[in-house]
Structure formats: structure tokens, C-alpha cells
């Protein structure tokens, strides 16, 4: 019987799951089964640009995580009300392969067997009569494979799509792109209700019915000590969930008292690089000064901020605030 390590993490928060991931992918050679969740969290796909998926201001306003993860593919939006599941395997040498099927079908069946039509479809998705339930990603190290996915059960459907709505036209850019679907919870489609903790212990039940003999582990305290190390310094970091962003261009314009204050800047690895200010503005002195200030400094509200303090904005721009410039440098 082959031997699996099955972790039902207690832990909640996402720049803790996905380190215990990475981890449990390239440090260690157990086959994993694991269950976990997430409190309010847009996770961004490897090579996706974070700016451009993620509606920052809903996302400050409401104390969202943004974190990214091992694994490609799109965003998506985590909340309690979402349950996730990882599997982790070693694959025979030169036998890599990209099959989403071959992990989600225990799955579909536990989904099945609870009464819920659950089917697979398109490349990774699992869906109820065309709705999405739930999306899958996958990433190989050496040897070993990891196949993640979400399962919607209850979650608010409502902060999923306000998180993750940005503007595409403030943005130009060869990061991949989310691809909005329409989603539905599993927990409308149960004939008996269930709550996500006990439909949690179910799927583990279910995944765990032929190999009982190994039993739900929990990670060592060793493990725990090497997760948090790993997770201050890379997934609770700046660096990781924003600066790692593909290089992109940004295209924004507003409106102020002063005029009409348009700004194109190309971001690299979450930095700015370069950038031009056009519109039907006035100034006592040359943007190119402001532009040599900001030229290096993070892409985020408060280095912005930070910057912009210090500096007569009037200068500049006559009859624009520091709060219009900080409006039309951000996200």
C-alpha cells in the first residue's frame, strides 16, 4: 500500500498554507493528500501581474491578503467558505505530465456520492450542470508534481467578484489574464445540507477510505519551524506577491481643477522604470524633475505617498492636490 501523508491544516492564514505547500513539494519526498483554507485572500497565479487582478482599493478597504502562488493559471478569491485540497507526488523520471484528470477524479467522486452532479471540464475546471465549482493549477520540482484546486462551497459570491475586478484598460501587458466564469457553490446543489467543516471531513473520509492504516498528520514542530521561516521571507513579502509581477505598462488619466493629467509608466519587477506625463496642464517647472523623483521607488500607494510629501505638487501641476497624483499613481 503505497504510503500518503494526510494533513487537514488548522491554520487559515494563505501566506502559511502555500509555504506549508512549497515545503511539503521540495523538501521533503512524501506523497501528500491535504485539506486547508483560506480567510479573505485573492491568490495571483505565478506569472500573472498582480496589479491588473486585483481591485486594490476594494482589497485595502476590506483587509484582503494578496498572495502568490508555486502554480500557474489565473486568480482566484478565497474566503472560509472555500475549501482547497493539494496533491503532492513523486513522478517517474521523464514521465512529467499535465493531467488535472487524474487528480480531480476522486474528487468528482466524492462529490458525486454525496449527490451533487459534478462533472470535469475544459482543461481544469470542475463544474455543476456548466457553473464552476472549482479551478485547478499544477507545477512540477524535479521529480514531483503538486495539483492544487479550489472546491466553492459557501463562499460570498459577491466579495469573489469585487476583489478580483480591475480595469484591463489601465493596464498593457504580457501576463496571463483571469478568465472570468461563471461560479456556483456546491452547497446549493447538496441534496442534505452540510457545513464546509463537515463537508472538510467528508472529502478527507472519502480520499482516505483505502488507506486508513496511515492515518491524518499533523506537521512536525520542526516543519512548523521551517514553514514560518519560509513564509516571513517570501510569502508575506512585497517582493513575492507584487514585485514579481511581469514588466508591464501602466496608462492612466484623470480629471483635476488644474486639467486633464495623464500618466504612462512601464513598471519592472514592481518598480517604476520610466515615465511621461501628458494632458492640458500648467506648471512653473519642468514634470521631468517630479519624474526623476519617482523613477525607482516601489509601484504602491504608500511609497508613492511617501515620495509625494515632500514635493510641491503645484510646482508641477497648478491646481492639482498631492490626493489627485496619488489617485492617478496607483492602482
Same mark, same amino acid.
Given at each position: 500500500?503505497?504510503? =500518503?501523508?494526510? =494533513?487537514?491544516?488548522?491554520?487559515?492564514?494563505?501566506?502559511?498554507?502555500?509555504a506549508v505547500e512549497e515545503y511539503l513539494l521540495q523538501q521533503t519526498t512524501d506523497n501528500?493528500?491535504? %485539506?486547508?483554507?483560506?480567510?479573505?485572500?485573492?491568490?495571483?497565479?505565478?506569472?500573472?501581474?498582480?496589479?491588473?487582478?486585483?481591485?486594490?482599493?476594494?482589497?485595502?478597504?476590506?483587509?484582503?491578503?494578496?498572495?502568490?502562488?508555486?502554480?500557474?493559471?489565473?486568480?482566484?478569491?478565497?474566503?472560509?467558505?472555500?475549501?482547497?485540497? +493539494?496533491?503532492?507526488?513523486?513522478?517517474?523520471?521523464?514521465?512529467?505530465?499535465?493531467?488535472?484528470?487524474?487528480?480531480?477524479?476522486?474528487?468528482?467522486?466524492? %462529490?458525486?456520492?454525496?449527490?451533487?452532479?459534478?462533472?470535469?471540464?475544459?482543461?481544469?475546471?470542475?463544474?455543476?450542470?456548466?457553473?464552476?465549482?472549482?479551478?485547478?493549477? *499544477?507545477?512540477?520540482?524535479?521529480?514531483?508534481?503538486?495539483?492544487?484546486?479550489?472546491?466553492?462551497?459557501?463562499?460570498? *459570491?459577491?466579495?469573489?467578484?469585487?476583489?478580483?475586478?480591475?480595469?484591463?484598460?489601465?493596464? =498593457?501587458?504580457?501576463?496571463?489574464?483571469?478568465?472570468?466564469?461563471?461560479?456556483?457553490?456546491?452547497?446549493?446543489? %447538496?441534496?442534505?445540507?452540510?457545513?464546509?467543516?463537515? /463537508?472538510?471531513?467528508?472529502?478527507?473520509?472519502?480520499?482516505?477510505?483505502?488507506?486508513?492504516?496511515?492515518? =491524518?498528520?499533523?506537521l512536525t514542530e520542526e516543519e512548523e519551524s521551517i514553514v514560518n521561516r519560509l513564509m516571513?521571507?517570501?510569502?508575506? +513579502?512585497?517582493?513575492?506577491?507584487?514585485?514579481?509581477?511581469?514588466?508591464?505598462? *501602466?496608462?492612466?488619466?484623470?480629471? +483635476?481643477?488644474?486639467?486633464?493629467?495623464?500618466?504612462?509608466?512601464?513598471?519592472?519587477?514592481?518598480?517604476?522604470?520610466?515615465?511621461?506625463? /501628458?494632458?492640458?496642464?500648467?506648471?512653473?517647472?519642468?514634470?521631468?524633475?517630479?519624474?526623476?523623483? %519617482?523613477?525607482?521607488?516601489?509601484?504602491?500607494?504608500?511609497?508613492?505617498?511617501?515620495?509625494?510629501?515632500?514635493?510641491?505638487?503645484?510646482?508641477?501641476?497648478?491646481?492639482?492636490t498631492i490626493d489627485d497624483m496619488i489617485e492617478l499613481l496607483t492602482f
Open positions: 500500500m503505497e504510503k =500518503i501523508r494526510y =494533513i487537514s491544516l488548522k491554520s487559515t492564514s494563505p501566506y502559511h498554507n502555500l501528500v493528500f491535504m %485539506l486547508w483554507q483560506n480567510e479573505n485572500t485573492i491568490v495571483i497565479g505565478k506569472h500573472q501581474n498582480t496589479a491588473a487582478e486585483v481591485n486594490q482599493e476594494y482589497v485595502d478597504s476590506h483587509h484582503v491578503n494578496v498572495v502568490r502562488r508555486l502554480t500557474g493559471g489565473g486568480a482566484v478569491f478565497h474566503d472560509i467558505g472555500n475549501l482547497n485540497f +493539494t496533491f503532492i507526488q513523486n513522478v517517474e523520471p521523464g514521465k512529467k505530465e499535465i493531467d488535472f484528470l487524474r487528480y480531480l477524479q476522486p474528487v468528482v467522486d466524492a %462529490l458525486q456520492s454525496l449527490g451533487v452532479p459534478a462533472s470535469f471540464s475544459g482543461r481544469n475546471d470542475l463544474v455543476i450542470n456548466g457553473q464552476k465549482i472549482s479551478g485547478n493549477a *499544477m507545477t512540477f520540482f524535479g521529480n514531483r508534481v503538486l495539483e492544487h484546486g479550489t472546491l466553492l462551497f459557501s463562499s460570498q *459570491m459577491s466579495d469573489l467578484a469585487n476583489a478580483l475586478k480591475a480595469d484591463p484598460d489601465k493596464f =498593457i501587458d504580457k501576463a496571463v489574464k483571469s478568465v472570468r466564469s461563471r461560479v456556483t457553490n456546491i452547497s446549493d446543489h %447538496l441534496p442534505h445540507p452540510m457545513t464546509v467543516l463537515e /463537508f472538510k471531513d467528508y472529502l478527507m473520509e472519502f480520499i482516505m477510505k483505502d488507506n486508513h492504516l496511515f492515518g =491524518i498528520q499533523n516571513e521571507e517570501k510569502y508575506q +513579502t512585497w517582493e513575492w506577491n507584487y514585485g514579481k509581477s511581469p514588466e508591464y505598462s *501602466m496608462n492612466k488619466k484623470i480629471r +483635476t481643477k488644474g486639467g486633464t493629467v495623464q500618466v504612462i509608466a512601464d513598471i519592472r519587477e514592481g518598480h517604476i522604470r520610466d515615465m511621461q506625463f /501628458f494632458g492640458d496642464f500648467f506648471g512653473e517647472e519642468d514634470p521631468q524633475e517630479l519624474i526623476d523623483q %519617482l523613477i525607482g521607488i516601489r509601484m504602491d500607494k504608500q511609497s508613492i505617498a511617501d515620495t509625494l510629501r515632500d514635493i510641491n505638487i503645484n510646482d508641477y501641476f497648478h491646481n492639482v
